[in-house]
């Protein structure tokens, strides 16, 4: 059964669930999807590379895309400006691969309206001690940041209702398998198969 | 990550797909899922045992149980009735056991009206082509049947956009494969996931 489409995928989830990590797994393991590379105005931390975690671009730059409708969402996050260009993005889902777009739950929302048969997973911590527990467990930080990202977790996980389908990582390989079948059951969605639909009705 | 409530499945699809032998091997495989045995008024045939393939009652006690709101759905098909004995699902349902339907259009609307998150899922031929091989192919039936046959499916497969997800089933070991896919995605979804959800917000 061929899919015309690739399947747009948010992937969101609160810094501490393992996010990345499952994400990292699960493309390795799936040829037909790829992940989408944000442009943000923030710098780049020791280690990072333009085009590889990010196209790091000005204000100035950004704020053009942007009036030019170069964005499928974007957001503000601590003072600078992360968004997902759609060009890239829609070219790939053209030519039928899949698109992994990590991003958070406002931007999540964007793309939920602006493209409906998107699907949303919110990848979760197995409770909210464990995710303390993740958040602390970081380390050298102090307890004011601590405390702020706890509640910025807190704040992400008050929306998962508005997500599709919640992965719980309680083991990386786990969730890894729980993705891989959500993916694999959205190609079999009645939407996603009007080419097979259209074959076998005439 | 509990699940509350069982997955109501609405199986369907026209004759000569193989339908009952995916759901079959389905059911041997997956012992959380269950079949619901339909209530009749046609005779039972030769091989047919009461309980085991239908529950074989009157049309008179078909009435009373439909005006007792005793069935999920009912329909009538060549002048015999059918429908879904309501008690015996929901039981099901609420003790977390998933519930396959396997009935036809007409029924799978009326779930799909009751019991919004109800799972509709649709076995397709591979072609048209190999659908009326497949129908002519049991061998003993005049033309006529067996066009009346391939008409009855055609209408079945117009409407297959009504569906959730198709399966189709070139191969019985891969059909069912994708049936476990989608169940296993279902149990995934945010709406199944409340207590989940409650546990880690609060």
Do not use: W
Not at 22 to 41: G, H, M, P, Q, Y
């Amino acid at each position: 059964m061929m899919n015309n489409k690739g399947i747009l995928i948010v992937l969101s989830g609160p810094a501490g669930t393992g996010k990345g990590t499952v994400c990292k797994e699960f493309l390795k393991r799936n040829a037909d999807t790829s992940f989408s590379i944000s442009a943000t105005t923030r710098s780049p931390r020791p280690g990072e590379e333009d085009g590889r975690e990010y196209f790091f671009i000005s204000k100035d730059q950004f704020f053009k895309m942007k009036d030019d409708e170069g964005f499928l969402e974007y957001a503000e996050f601590c003072g600078n400006y992360y968004g997902t260009p759609v060009a890239a993005v829609m070219k790939k889902l053209d030519a039928g691969q899949n698109v992994i777009l990590e991003i958070e739950v406002k931007g999540a929302m964007q793309i939920k309206e602006k493209v409906p048969e998107a699907v949303l997973v919110f990848i979760a911590p197995p409770s909210k001690e464990i995710l303390r527990k993740r958040i602390e467990g970081r380390g050298t930080e102090p307890q004011d940041i601590i405390d702020r990202r706890m509640e910025i977790a807190e704040n992400e996980l008050a929306l998962i209702h508005n997500y599709d389908y919640i992965i719980v990582n309680d083991q990386v390989e786990e969730a890894v398998k729980r993705f891989e079948i959500i993916k694999n059951a959205e190609k079999l969605k009645t939407i996603r198969n009007n080419e097979f639909i259209l074959e076998v009705c005439k």
